[in-house]
């Protein structure tokens, strides 16, 4: 029996390996349609970064409550992860419980802290269930968590919750196998919080507890292997990506916007500022970014890193002051491009000429006329992701292939062009107003 429990295993951790290999695969290759990208500020200020942004959560704690509650729930999945090593050796060489004759009374100690952290993951899972369905939080609810996204948040958050109950389950039953001296089941010691599922299950026979204990280790070990999996296809991918997204984050000062090198080299080259061995300038295929695959993969990695937790649109003041731009629809939408793309792609379909396009059939041009390039999003994202990057690449496309920019904004455009200042007035005349400071008036 031992033996057929270690096949179905081998054979489902398989299945589930070579599923999450082809979707890392998948991301990876949606990603890389991005344009170069070369990271700024050095590596040890971008590995500080990391290390407090992404594994310390600094930026969680602008908002105590859920921060607090989020830690227990990214601290429990690191720790949880150790028993699920031993799951997995259990699983792959018939053993129960590996570890426990070789750590003796630590092992009681390790466990304890598991199901304390269990029971704050499950806790903390309830309360943010509570929060998006009861409370409804208003960020929670903008018109771009309509549907999927809303359903994959509190799936994970469900999933999360019967999959602490079956850990605390599993470890009652346990326990009482122990005291009954039944083979294979090592003692682990008292186990407090699994301890009060006991009298639920005490007048159980042997067999019952044994089937009960069973399939609860092997729901746990299935939901996990699925979560791995389905967890590429959400909003949840963040709990990985986070790390190499703050790492490879901009570090120049907010509010600065990066120029086109290849427009600054053509204006130095017509105006003679080259020097005399300096190639000639590159050649432009397109200013600005029409499609996802005109983004740098840095964007690309911000948008399969978003965590959907609506701070940037929260915060956003055109968002609250009522207009249609959402920074974290902006992510979405990206990321929701790239899938298609992918998808065609890999179905041998037309891919990037589908005859559609990130900017138009994903985001309008009054979503992203609307921003105010204020940087409000890049600051309150947890994650470092940069929103404005994407719409600042998609104004320069609509500004420089199609000249579409507001009427308003194209007056602007032409007195920088003509008159070198926003306003229409001769160069000459820019000084006129301290003609009065030479000359006060009584």
């Not at 994970?156 to 089941?185: C, P």
Request: aromatic letters at 12%; proline letters at 4%; charged letters at 20%.
């Amino acid at each position: 029996m031992d033996y057929i429990q270690q096949i179905l295993f081998l054979i489902i951790a398989g299945v589930a390996g070579y599923l999450l290999f082809g979707r890392v695969v998948q991301i990876r290759s949606n990603i890389k349609m991005g344009k170069d990208f070369e990271p700024s500020g050095d590596k040890s200020t971008r590995f500080k970064n990391m290390v407090l942004v992404a594994f310390g959560q600094q930026k969680m704690f602008k908002k105590i409550i859920p921060a607090v509650l989020h830690l227990f729930v990214y601290v429990g999945f690191l720790v949880i992860n150790l028993e699920v090593l031993e799951f997995v050796i259990d699983g792959v060489a018939g053993t129960h419980r590996i570890f426990a004759p070789y750590l003796g009374s630590f092992y009681t100690v390790l466990m304890n802290i598991f199901e304390f952290l269990a029971v704050m993951v499950l806790i903390s899972c309830l309360v943010f269930l509570i929060r998006r369905n009861v409370l409804k939080i208003d960020r929670f609810k903008k018109i771009e968590m309509n549907g999927w996204p809303a359903l994959d948040a509190n799936l994970i958050l469900i999933t999360e919750v019967v999959l602490m109950f079956a850990i605390l389950k599993m470890n009652a039953a346990d326990q009482i196998l122990q005291s009954r001296g039944v083979a294979h089941y090592t003692d682990t010691g008292f186990l407090f919080f699994s301890a009060h599922f006991i009298p639920l299950m005490d007048n159980f026979s042997d067999g019952t507890l044994v089937f009960v204990e069973r399939a609860a280790w092997w729901f746990h070990i299935l939901g996990i292997l699925a979560f791995a999996v389905y967890v590429t296809y959400s909003k949840h991918l963040h709990i990985f990506l986070a790390f190499p997204n703050t790492y490879f984050a901009k570090l120049s000062v907010k509010g600065h916007a990066d120029n086109m090198d290849a427009v600054t080299n053509e204006v130095k080259s017509m105006l003679g500022m080259l020097p005399a061995d300096a190639a000639p300038p590159a050649e432009i295929s397109r200013f600005g970014a029409k499609d996802f695959n005109d983004l740098s993969w840095k964007n690309l990695m911000d948008a399969y890193t978003c965590t959907e937790c609506g701070r940037c649109t929260q915060q956003c003041p055109a968002n609250i002051t009522g207009k249609k731009l959402s920074p974290r629809k902006i992510m979405m939408d990206t990321r929701d491009r790239m899938e298609e793309v992918g998808k065609n792609i890999k179905a041998g379909n037309k891919g990037l000429d589908d005859g559609k396009s990130l900017l138009g059939d994903y985001i309008t041009k009054e979503e992203i006329n609307a921003c105010t390039s204020c940087n409000a999003c890049v600051e309150a994202c947890p994650v470092m992701i940069n929103p404005l990057d994407i719409i600042l690449e998609m104004r320069r496309y609509i500004a420089m292939e199609e000249s579409g920019s507001p009427q308003s904004w194209n007056v602007m455009f032409q007195n920088v062009e003509t008159s070198f200042s926003p306003w229409k007035f001769a160069p000459t005349d820019r000084f006129n107003w301290s003609e009065d400071l030479k000359n006060p008036k009584n």
